[in-house]
């Protein structure tokens, strides 16, 4: 059963360090997501990517993240100078769309665990 | 006020129990998922729907769009059941999903 893919399983950075997250989406999707959780609290949607660019992003998303798909497989979410309240599970999904809506179903990734010290 | 909220938090249950999952939303969907998180953390879909009722094995999902509501059965539970349950919807026009707080199910044997 085809899958998505994320690395690593789990980071530990310092303060301020740039940490970038790898997904590798279900290959025929066409909607791609980055979802976070902190320890204890309910999924947080943070970005949605489709015909390689940004279609919706939430408050969180501010100019310390960005996303990039940058061979047409890999997805990554950047964050630049991290703090220790971004420390957090960073789940990435995909979805396949048809006439260029999102109908599809959501698969998630296991989670890259970040941990800001 | 949370946009999806689910109860009960908390639910332990004795193996072959009847489990019942409700969650409720306050907004116009297109889409509610039901999804399921596992202690390590990876997060499975369940089911998605927009109407109606689905079931999928001895999980069985159903949602009244006039009331705002859905509920996730799970018939004859058994302890690998034993997870946190998550209701999510997608608003109309909206590409992301907003998370209920979750289920923490146990079931013993």
């Known amino acids: 059963e085809p899958e998505v893919t994320q690395t690593p399983s789990h980071q530990v950075t310092q303060m301020g360090q740039e940490v970038i997250l790898r997904c590798v989406p279900i290959?025929?999707?066409?909607?791609f997501y980055w979802y976070r959780q902190i320890l204890g609290q309910k999924v947080e949607f943070l970005v949605s990517?489709?015909?390689?660019?940004?279609?919706?992003k939430s408050e969180i998303f501010d100019d310390q993240f960005s996303v990039e798909r940058p061979d047409g497989s890999n997805f990554t979410l950047k964050i630049r100078s991290t703090k220790l309240e971004d420390s957090a599970m960073y789940f990435c999904a995909s979805s396949q769309g048809t006439g260029g809506w999102n109908t599809g179903e959501l698969f998630f990734g296991e989670g890259s665990r970040l941990t800001v010290l | 006020k949370n946009e999806v909220e689910q109860s009960p938090q908390n639910l332990t249950a004795q193996e072959g129990e009847f489990i019942t999952i409700n969650c409720s939303y306050s907004?116009?969907?297109?889409?509610l998922h039901w999804l399921q998180q596992h202690p390590g953390g990876g997060i499975v879909s369940l089911f998605m729907?927009?109407?109606g009722k689905k079931k999928h094995g001895r999980l069985i999902a159903t949602i009244n769009i006039q009331e705002k509501h859905s509920s996730l059965h799970i018939t004859a539970s058994h302890p690998r059941d034993s997870a946190v349950y998550i209701c999510?919807?997608?608003?109309?026009?909206?590409?992301?999903?907003?998370f209920g707080q979750g289920t923490r199910l146990t079931i013993n044997p």
């Open positions: 999510a919807v997608r608003s109309k026009g909206a590409q992301k999903l907003v």
């Open positions: 990517f489709y015909n390689n660019e940004i279609s919706e």
């Open positions: 729907l927009s109407s």
């Open positions: 290959s025929n999707h066409l909607y």
């Open positions: 907004v116009g969907i297109s889409a």
